[in-house]
């Protein structure tokens, strides 16, 4: 079986209105960088495949001090916005150029670990998911939306059709590691974000990648350091309990044992990188 | 592909396997579950509905219900089929009351809402299948992680459910989550 029919909807109500006439068996595509693959080789056999490129969702904008990507935004776009500089990071890890420029910000989200680096980035900037269909639209957390291996709660006659990042506060580091520097898939993703009132800790976000069955929060080191002042004890404890507390595989990349130890190593190199930024752009 | 993992679920294990036998029950509790329906004494027949990325499908699903020992124990052979592949395989799977064991908030006798119970089961499986066609080209590690997905969103639902049908004295408050521990 092969894909007989292929609709290229021209505005977000088409897109929507097709969905809905059509059901889950048809496929949606945005960049095409993780379904293509898959139908070339045979693994996915949709009859009827939805494109994205022209619903006109691919714009980022500025929204009350923080960002609103529309959800067919390519990682090149992403990457070239100057608004969150934690994002363009996270898009210039991901992938090659190529890729890049047909992956999308939305695509991401749905990417299967050790993917979905920019979902690290998003999930430690508290972003919020728009998922629009047939019966109307919500927003939910980008923590409640991917909420397994390959599962997210959008529903199956709705779309994703954005992602907000409020403004929220704080400094940044984004870490990725894998087994070459540029187009390489993740041993660990790791992004942090740190508010803090003087020296204290008044807010932090640790969220890894590819060390679970989606990006994920890592609740207790985040808990370790709120009060703290980010000394060398409690940055140690936080990569501890962020090491303990993933959720690390095995595959041809890394051994989950290997990734737990690298989160160890990475959280802190994130942490430490953080203060000694915050030290510099104090002096 | 192999899954194997374990579960505490708040209710008693007659519960807990009635409602495992109930084609309502398993319709609101399996995920994408569309349809289900009894064709045969121990046997069912539905159609699930995954929207995986990349993958638009819906499988149509055979279960039957074999060496029941009603409420310890049941083994389930069954069948998903779709457009990329077949998986067929077996699962069994075993319940014991567990009545001592402290409760999520440490107190005896504590539903995960921190309501009192009567009883709690510990559900644990191990499952087998082998996957056919295109489906078999992935990688199993996909496979097996989003089966575990799978049964530890269906489970958790089976909680809420379990929870809420016994919740005549208090309503159940808040989402409960079992424990899980895949092997
Ligand atoms: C060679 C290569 C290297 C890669 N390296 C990396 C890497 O380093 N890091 C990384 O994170 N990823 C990597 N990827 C994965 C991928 O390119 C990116 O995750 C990209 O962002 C996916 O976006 P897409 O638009 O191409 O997804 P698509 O393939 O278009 O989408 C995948 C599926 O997601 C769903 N979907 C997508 N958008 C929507 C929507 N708006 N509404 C509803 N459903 C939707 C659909 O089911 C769709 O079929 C790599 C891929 C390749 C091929």
Redesign the pocket.
């Known amino acids: 079986m092969t894909v007989v029919e292929y609709f290229l909807p021209r505005s977000l109500a088409q897109a929507v209105d097709l969905l809905s006439r059509h059901g889950p068996d048809l ?11 898959l139908i070339n080789d045979g693994i996915s056999l949709p009859r009827q495949v939805m494109g ?1 490129r022209f619903v006109g ?1 691919d714009e980022i904008e500025p929204s009350d001090g923080g960002l609103r990507i529309g ?2 935004t390519t ?1 090149t776009s992403l990457l070239r916005q100057r608004h969150v500089p934690m994002l363009a990071e996270a898009a210039r ?4 150029w190529s ?1 890049r420029n ?7 989200l ?2 299967p670990p050790p ?4 979902a690290v980035a998003l999930l430690a900037l508290d972003a919020e998911v728009t998922l629009e269909g047939s019966r109307g639209r919500r927003t939910l957390a980008l923590s409640e939306f991917q909420t397994g291996f390959m599962t997210t709660a ?1 529903e199956p006659q ?4 954005g992602i907000g990042v409020p403004a929220v506060a704080g400094e940044t580091t984004y870490v990725k590691f894998g087994r070459k520097e540029a ?4 041993v660990v993703t790791v992004a942090v974000r740190v508010a803090r009132d003087g020296e204290v800790v008044t807010d932090a976000r640790v969220a890894l990648g590819a060390v679970g069955p989606h990006a994920l929060r890592a609740r207790k080191a985040e808990a370790v350091l709120v009060g703290s002042s980010l000394e060398p004890g409690a940055i140690d404890e936080a990569a501890e309990a962020a090491a303990e507390e993933c959720e690390p595989f095995d595959d041809g990349i890394a051994s989950a044992w290997y990734r737990r130890a690298m989160v160890r190593l990475f959280v802190r190199r994130a942490l430490e990188e953080l203060v000694q930024h915050v030290a510099l752009e104090g002096r | 592909m192999k899954v194997a993992g374990h579960h505490v679920l708040d209710a008693g294990p007659r519960e807990v396997f009635d409602a495992a036998c109930d084609p309502a029950t398993l319709l609101a509790v399996i995920p994408g579950c569309e349809a289900i329906e009894q064709v045969a004494p121990h046997e069912y027949q539905g159609s699930l509905v995954l ?6 499908a819906t499988f149509r699903t055979f279960v039957r219900l074999v060496d029941a020992d009603p409420p310890h124990a049941a083994g389930m052979e069954g069948r998903v089929e779709g457009p990329m592949g077949t998986i067929a395989g077996r699962a069994d799977f075993g319940l014991t009351e567990v009545d001592d064991e402290p409760a999520h908030d440490g107190r005896p006798g504590a539903g995960s809402d921190g309501r009192s119970i009567a009883s709690r089961t510990l559900l644990e499986y191990r499952g087998e299948a082998v996957i056919q066609g295109p489906l078999a080209r992935l990688d199993s590690r996909f496979a097996e992680s989003l089966a575990n997905t799978l049964i530890a969103q269906g489970l958790q639902a089976l909680n809420s459910h379990l929870i809420e049908a016994s919740s005549t004295v208090a309503p159940a408050s808040g989402r409960p989550s079992p424990r899980e521990a895949p092997e």
């Open positions: 496929l949606v595509i945005a960049g095409g960088t993780v379904a293509m693959p994205l969702l959800a067919t990682l890890r991901t992938a090659s890729i047909m992956g999308t910000v939305g695509g991401n749905f990417t993917g979905g680096d920019v959008l709705e779309l994703l059709t187009n390489t898939p993740s | 929207r995986l990325p990349g993958v638009g």
